[in-house]
């Protein structure tokens, strides 16, 4: 009996055991390397591809004697493995899959590995894009608080202070705080210098809460070293107990620690920190192209979808530009609940 396709998780970040053996595996290792080299993907995104792809080949190795070969990769393989995932992975996920693939069909007929793209009639499911959950105003400055409500003001606190000062107030992705080292921070000009998607480099504000922060955290950082050998890590900005640098999933779980801390909130993620600053400065008046532009996202459709008004916010500007609604008070009665 055939197994099932596995999900990305069920591999190891880096190469599978089966890489090599045969002609998809060496196909998925060149591709690889190709990402990283060449287009200058990230570590994680390199990862993420590769998983998604051993999981179609291991899928093929099932089907095929043990042998995913190149020539038995077709629109009838593809569609199978498709059927065969949607028992069990999310359609976020199917989709994902689908265009790892995508990138590698279309890297191996430009080499002349294959005479003809199996993905070209793949249709991919259909979404509904969520916008990421935010967190009102009040609710985001009491997770900003958390960590220095505790008894003692002790390094680990400032440390973790700042983390959520720069996930919130300056919008920065938390692979990029994981990242961030002191060499690209400017106290003088109060700014970061981040490297972002696509290895881009882009200059973002520190605000006036994140730079106190900062100027709390830094003369003290050096007490994070390892207790018993002494050593921390030279370059990074955010350190662990024992001197090195802090991961995501630690990072991530900061994020939850004190959401639930400071707002009741267990399922926070650091992605919601990041869109609760775009909502809150657009709602502050901030032009969305700034707003772009901090994020780091490549296109305005991007920050469109991140960014959103809130109801209040919109009718408390059409109650004061819009003459009509001072004259029959439509608005007011709206979000009185008088009226749809």
């Known amino acids: 009996m055939a197994q099932s396709a596995v999900d990305p998780a069920d591999f190891p970040a880096g190469a599978s055991q089966a890489d090599g053996v045969d002609e998809l595996g060496r196909?998925?290792?060149?591709?690889?390397?190709?990402?990283?080299?060449?287009?200058?993907?990230?570590?994680?995104?390199?990862?993420?591809?590769?998983?998604?792809?051993?999981?179609?080949?291991?899928?093929?190795?099932?089907?095929?004697?043990?042998?995913?070969?190149?020539?038995?990769?077709?629109?009838?393989?593809?569609?199978?493995?498709?059927?065969?995932?949607?028992?069990?992975?999310?359609?976020?996920?199917?989709?994902?899959?689908?265009?790892?693939?995508?990138?590698?069909?279309?890297?191996?007929?430009?080499?002349?590995?294959?005479?003809?793209?199996?993905?070209?009639?793949?249709?991919?499911?259909?979404?509904?894009?969520?916008?990421?959950?935010?967190?009102?105003?009040?609710?985001?400055?009491?997770?900003?608080?958390?960590?220095?409500?505790?008894?003692?003001?002790?390094?680990?606190?400032?440390?973790?202070?700042?983390?959520?000062?720069?996930?919130?107030?300056?919008?920065?992705?938390?692979?990029?705080?994981?990242?961030?080292?002191?060499?690209?921070?400017?106290?003088?000009?109060?700014?970061?210098?981040?490297?972002?998607?696509?290895?881009?480099?882009?200059?973002?504000?520190v605000g006036s809460k994140a730079l106190s922060a900062l100027e709390a955290y830094l003369p003290r950082r050096a007490e994070l070293r390892h207790p018993a050998s002494g050593f921390f890590d030279a370059h990074a900005l955010l350190l662990g107990q024992l001197g090195r640098r802090l991961s995501v999933r630690w990072l991530q779980a900061l994020v939850k620690r004190y959401g639930a801390l400071g707002a009741g909130r267990s399922d926070l993620h650091p992605h919601a920190l990041r869109h609760s600053c775009a909502t809150h400065m657009l709602e502050g008046g901030a032009d969305l192209r700034a707003i772009q532009e901090m994020l780091g996202h490549s296109s305005l459709s991007t920050t469109q979808r991140y960014t959103h008004v809130s109801l209040d916010q919109l009718l408390a500007v059409y109650d004061r530009a819009h003459p009509m609604a001072q004259a029959s008070g439509t608005a007011a009665k709206r979000r009185n609940g008088h009226s749809r």
């Open 27 to 205: 196909a998925i290792t060149r591709f690889s390397e190709h990402l990283a080299s060449e287009r200058r993907a990230s570590p994680h995104t390199v990862s993420a591809y590769r998983r998604d792809l051993q999981s179609l080949a291991h899928f093929m190795r099932t089907r095929q004697a043990g042998d995913a070969r190149l020539a038995a990769l077709d629109k009838f393989l593809l569609r199978a493995w498709l059927g065969d995932l949607a028992k069990h992975v999310a359609p976020p996920t199917i989709s994902r899959k689908i265009s790892s693939v995508r990138s590698l069909c279309d890297y191996l007929l430009r080499d002349g590995e294959l005479r003809q793209n199996p993905t070209a009639t793949l249709a991919s499911p259909k979404l509904r894009r969520k916008l990421p959950r935010f967190l009102p105003p009040e609710a985001a400055g009491d997770v900003m608080g958390a960590p220095l409500t505790q008894a003692g003001r002790d390094v680990a606190q400032l440390r973790d202070a700042l983390a959520l000062e720069l996930l919130y107030g300056s919008g920065l992705r938390v692979s990029e705080l994981a990242s961030l080292d002191l060499g690209q921070i400017s106290l003088s000009q109060a700014e970061l210098r981040v490297l972002g998607k696509g290895r881009k480099e882009r200059m973002v504000p």
